[in-house]
């Protein structure tokens, strides 16, 4: 333990203690029992004249436990892969077996810090409406069908709204869309060059709008009728 302390604001180093407290953190459990550790954490005081604030606590190595943190960072970064592989109620039940005391929405929330932020361009993206409030007030949602999450909520569905942003993601090569609004003249206009395909949902419509529900017709006389019932269902015709 040395006898200073850099700021977190300035960076400045003070050696005036001005208070101590107990802090306690988890850790991983040992044979079956959970482990708490209490640091004693030291106060000192800022001197540094343009900095605003006069007192901080003295902040540990990160591989120790970060700043604010409840967990140490070997059990934070267990919790971490908990959330990643099972989710919240089936990782927070997982992690009560190997005696870690975690909820399943601290889970979900360890997830969402983590995160690390998009920094390649998008590529392929999905544009579809969706309702605020169902037959009354509708939007539009663009998702990033690659990483599979929403990168935009925008307020309605007009063509001329769609068309703005995309205008403004010029390195957006495929358009996945319904195919009806005007998102197919919005995509046309803001990124000719776009490839445009439709989306799962409308294709298997028009395939089911395109194939008819049943064969032709076969009167209850006809000796036919009994091998095509059989062809149908999937049992061999014995003659």
Not at 6 to 18: N, T
Not at 208 to 216: H, L, Q, S, T
């Amino acid at each position: 333990m040395t006898g200073e302390a850099l700021c977190p604001l300035c960076q400045s180093a003070s050696r005036r203690v001005h208070s101590r407290y107990v802090r306690r953190v988890s850790d991983l459990p040992c044979s079956g029992q959970a482990v708490h550790l209490d640091v004693l954490v030291r106060r000192f005081r800022c001197d540094a004249p343009h900095c605003t604030r006069r007192v901080f606590a003295e902040r540990f190595d990160d591989a120790l436990v970060l700043p604010r943190s409840r967990r140490t960072a070997r059990l934070e970064c267990i919790v971490h892969h908990l959330g990643l592989a099972l989710g919240g109620r089936p990782g927070a039940s997982f992690a009560k077996r190997l005696m870690l005391p975690v909820s399943n929405d601290t889970l979900l929330r360890v997830v969402r810090r983590r995160a690390r932020p998009r920094i390649d361009a998008l590529r392929v993206v999905g544009v579809d409406d969706w309702a605020f409030r169902r037959n009354q007030r509708y939007g539009t949602i663009v998702c990033d069908l690659e990483r599979r999450h929403i990168v935009k909520l925008l307020p309605d569905r007009e063509a001329a709204t769609v068309r703005a942003w995309l205008v403004d993601h010029p390195e957006i090569e495929i358009i996945s869309r319904d195919r009806g609004g005007g998102y197919g003249e919005a995509a046309t206009k803001a990124l000719p060059n776009a490839i445009q395909v439709a989306d799962r949902w409308d294709l298997m419509e028009e395939r089911e709008r395109g194939v008819p529900r049943c064969g032709p017709q076969i009167h209850e006389s006809d000796p036919n009728r009994r091998r095509c019932d059989d062809d149908l269902s999937g049992t061999p015709h014995l003659g």
